[in-house]
């Protein structure tokens, strides 16, 4: 058995068939070279297959039923509350920490749902889902980030990608330059500090691909749309970073005797259509929501400047008192008639807004839910739907007895929706039993849409079920990741036919370390 | 001291037959692994690790947001 140092590289989203073409197309000369002496396949990933879900599989090598990471957005039960799930959350042991057991020394760069961080044997910066790199549960150990000049107002940068219309060089530059510094970092420390496992996982490769998919022409050509701008190579452009920093990999991988494993948690494929799951469920009148009103939504845009000029005392109050004035006056309005015109005002005005305004009096979806009323929803961006069980959550309406003839009756409006040429829109709608096993399942969405070719949307001023593509997400997620392993002793290249499951990488992991035996 | 320098330590024989019972059919293969890890974990202040307060629960609420992931 091998007794190897390994280094993994987990680029979020990267498809194999891009990939493969660009290699050959001589785009991507590093991965060409080590495509010459390694093993390499599909990664079969999780479903649904959102970065999420998938990289806490690999992280502990079980599924989201054990896992209990399921989505975005997590609902617990009995209180009901919706929460965006942290480190804290993830049941099952992950692969540092059983290696740490061993007293193998680990580094673990920028992976999704590792905020707060944890003290471990070796050295840890947080990925997606984290509020900001400028406080402390971000990287272990203190002082790390310093020593290694960590640009963490630009790690701590987001562009509101929904909000831009055509021009994509803001968001553009800042992935990029995080892409760039996040190699930087990982190949400072893989040459300065100590690990026998690294992992450095890069998001920007996702991000791109959904927003920028559709400048691709002919879905990986990268002949020049406009000279002025490089949209239609960007996600090239990305890949080819990625390849820059596997060609240094393999330098140091080499002086070390490591192996490599380059891999992705999907694939990504261009979106067909947008499916709005909650209007459906509304048009069957399986959920309700509150009236939106002028209350509702000023009192959002209270909070939204609350939040967004927290720093700026005066503006702040300024802004807030404006706000809550207005709201005031609207509120002591005794005609209700007045009312319901003002309403109906706000609520057509809003819709002729650009989605950044939109967006700052847009409530989340769940807080005007009426649960009394609501037999099923959906939240997160898996496409998971919940059905409101009673006695599982407060206000829930759904007697047990009827939970299955509910279920089947979504599956069926779902799987009934058909595109202009009348094929149908979705693949599958999975029942939760049919994907997961483990004690968390009663945690899993009962129902879950099959994401292959489909975006789902929850914009709350939008009132269609299926639309074309929205601008933001042309590329969406497939099933199928990139698995690339190089092992120090491999002298040819060998596809590896059959799709390797996403849960089995850390056992190859084990295996090449000589600890194949970790429980 | 050098980090990957070792040192022999004296535990009384009572407390090794107690860890030898513990370790059987465990992942641990030896003694000194058992003691190792359970000397790291005493060690670690288990504080910095919390659930996302209101705060950062709104801040990764509104990244996903500009991501389009809600």
């Not at chain 1, 070279?33 to 990289?55: F, K």
């Not at chain 1, 054990?66 to 919706?82: A, L, M, N």
């Not at chain 1, 807004?353 to 037999?375: A, E, G, N, Y």
């Not at chain 1, 299955?404 to 599956?411: L, M």
Request: with cysteine.
């Amino acid at each position: 058995m091998p007794n190897n140092k390994v280094i993994v590289v987990a680029l979020d989203g990267v498809a194999l068939d891009l990939v493969l073409r660009w290699t050959k197309e001589g785009y991507l000369p590093n991965i060409k070279n080590l495509l010459q002496t390694v093993s390499y396949g599909t990664i079969n990933s999780t479903n649904p297959p959102i970065s999420i879900q998938a990289w806490s599989t690999f992280m502990t090598g079980r599924g989201a039923g054990e896992t209990c990471i399921f989505d975005y957005v997590q609902r617990d039960f009995p209180e009901g509350s919706f929460r965006c799930p942290s480190s804290n959350d993830l049941k099952i042991e992950t692969i540092w920490s059983k290696l740490n057991k061993l007293d193998k020394k680990t580094g673990v760069l920028f992976f999704p749902l590792t905020y707060p961080v944890e003290k471990l044997n070796g050295f840890m910066i947080s990925g997606l889902l984290t509020p900001s790199y400028n406080c402390e549960k971000v990287a272990f150990p203190e002082g790390i980030l310093k020593k290694y000049n960590v640009d963490t107002d630009l790690l701590s940068r987001s562009i509101d990608i929904p909000a831009v219309k055509n021009d994509y060089r803001d968001f553009l530059d800042i992935s990029m330059k995080q892409l760039k510094e996040k190699s930087r970092i990982a190949l400072e420390m893989l040459n300065s500090e100590s690990w026998d496992l690294f992992m450095v996982h890069f998001f920007e490769t996702d991000a791109i691909s959904h927003t920028m998919w559709r400048f691709m022409e002919n879905e990986g050509s990268t002949k020049k749309r406009n000279k002025n701008d490089n949209f239609n190579e960007a996600i090239l452009n990305a890949y080819k970073q990625c390849d820059s920093f596997v060609g240094e990999v393999v330098n140091i991988a080499k002086n070390n005797q490591a192996s490599i494993i380059i891999l992705s948690d999907h694939g990504e494929v261009p979106v067909r259509n947008t499916l709005n799951i909650n209007n459906l469920l509304r048009r069957e009148g399986l959920l309700n929501y509150y009236k939106l009103n002028s209350k509702t939504m000023l009192s959002r845009l209270a909070e939204k400047i609350a939040s967004k000029y927290k720093n700026n005392n005066a503006l702040r109050l300024i802004l807030s008192f404006g706000c809550n004035s207005v709201n005031l006056v609207y509120c002591k309005l005794s005609s209700q008639v007045v009312k319901n015109f003002i309403d109906s005002f706000f609520l057509k005005g809003i819709k002729f807004l650009p989605r950044s305004l939109q967006s700052l009096f847009s409530p989340f979806q769940h807080t005007m839910i009426d649960w009394k009323k609501t037999q099923a929803y959906s939240i997160g961006c898996g496409g998971g739907i919940w059905i409101n069980l009673k006695g599982k959550y407060p206000d829930g309406i759904v007697e047990g007895k009827d939970y299955d003839k509910i279920r089947e009756s979504i599956i069926s409006h779902f799987e009934r929706l058909k595109d202009k040429e009348g094929k149908p829109i979705l693949k599958k709608v999975h029942r939760k039993e049919g994907l997961y096993k483990g004690k968390y399942i009663d945690c899993a969405p009962d129902l879950v849409i099959d994401f292959e070719g489909v975006h789902f949307i929850y914009n709350f001023f939008d009132n269609s079920i299926v639309s074309k593509p929205v601008n933001y997400v042309s590329g969406n997620h497939s099933h199928e990741g990139v698995f690339i392993l190089k092992d120090p002793r491999m002298n040819n290249c060998k596809k590896i036919e059959k799709a390797l499951d996403l849960k089995e990488v850390s056992n190859i992991i084990y295996y090449l370390m000589g600890v194949a035996d970790v429980k | 001291m050098n980090e990957n320098d070792k040192v022999p330590v004296e535990i009384p024989g009572r407390i090794i037959n107690k860890i030898k019972k513990k370790i059987e059919n465990s992942e641990f293969k030896t003694i000194e692994e058992y003691v190792i890890f359970v000397l790291r974990n005493s060690l670690i202040d288990d504080s910095a690790k919390s659930t996302l307060n209101p705060d950062e629960e709104e801040q990764v609420k509104e990244t996903l947001k500009k991501l389009g992931y809600l």
